[in-house]
């Protein structure tokens, strides 16, 4: 999987997660490591009665989404999940038929692409979507959940079920530039950039520290730790499926 960095001014917070919602696993890794490579965030979901609850709780910026479908269509998905994901929703399909496309783009969906179209056509067209959606007055996401566990930059708490987590300005300010790049890794460099405009000198250990204590609050294991995981010699990576 890769990370996009190319949105944007600051590359951290240009990074664009993409769900693949598709079954044909072979068509669905070529395609994610395509995408991969030219850096975004791609996960993979084969089965369309699972796709829905994965699109409204991880709210990824692009949805890849094919028709046929095992447990439930592509149509029927963009249909429900259209009133509560602002997101982008392509549909990826191998049928061409004017019918399809129009019922597709009906429902909701932003655009309609064949699977012998070329990769790079596909990529170009993500991009496009991307630039238009970036010119619209689309608001950034302010909350964040994952299961039982959300996240409000707003009213910047977090609570796990119903109760409320005790953090710090800046525990909070890493949680929440964690999980709104869930799945992806960020480096020591990456996170100090971000938080306190400085980068990683080799030596500054404040972000380990920090994730530390953090670990403990949101109930992580310290010695083998699932939620905030350490990917040696890369970073940081928030996982959102430990969550559900």
Excluded at 4 to 10: D, N, P, Q
Excluded at 59 to 82: A, H, K, N, Y
Excluded at 170 to 186: K, N, R
């Amino acid at each position: 999987m890769g990370t996009a960095r190319s949105y944007g001014t600051l590359r951290l917070m240009s990074m664009v997660h993409i769900l693949l919602v598709e079954d044909d696993a072979r068509l669905a890794h070529l395609t994610a490591e395509y995408l991969g490579n030219n850096e975004f965030a791609v996960q993979i979901e084969n089965r369309g009665d699972k796709a829905e609850a994965r699109i409204l709780a991880e709210q990824p910026d692009v949805v890849i989404l094919d028709i046929m479908l095992p447990g439930r269509d592509g149509f029927e998905l963009c249909r429900s999940i259209r009133p509560l994901y602002s997101g982008i929703i392509m549909m990826f399909t191998a049928r061409d038929e004017d019918f399809d496309q129009i019922l597709g783009l009906e429902l909701g969906a932003d655009d309609y692409i064949t699977k012998t179209v070329p990769p790079r056509v596909l990529l170009a067209r993500i991009k496009t979507l991307l630039r238009r959606q970036q010119g619209s007055a689309r608001p950034d996401k302010k909350e964040l959940a994952f299961g039982n566990f959300h996240i409000s930059q707003a009213t910047r708490t977090a609570r796990a079920g119903e109760e409320e987590l005790d953090l710090t300005t800046a525990e909070f300010d890493l949680l929440w530039l964690l999980a709104s790049h869930a799945g992806s890794i960020l480096s020591r460099d990456e996170l100090l950039h971000a938080l306190r405009g400085i980068g990683f000198d080799g030596l500054d250990r404040s972000i380990d520290a920090r994730i530390s204590r953090l670990r403990k609050k949101i109930g992580d294991d310290s010695d083998n730790p699932t939620r905030i995981k350490t990917v040696r010699g890369k970073g940081y990576l928030f996982s959102r499926h430990e969550w559900l």
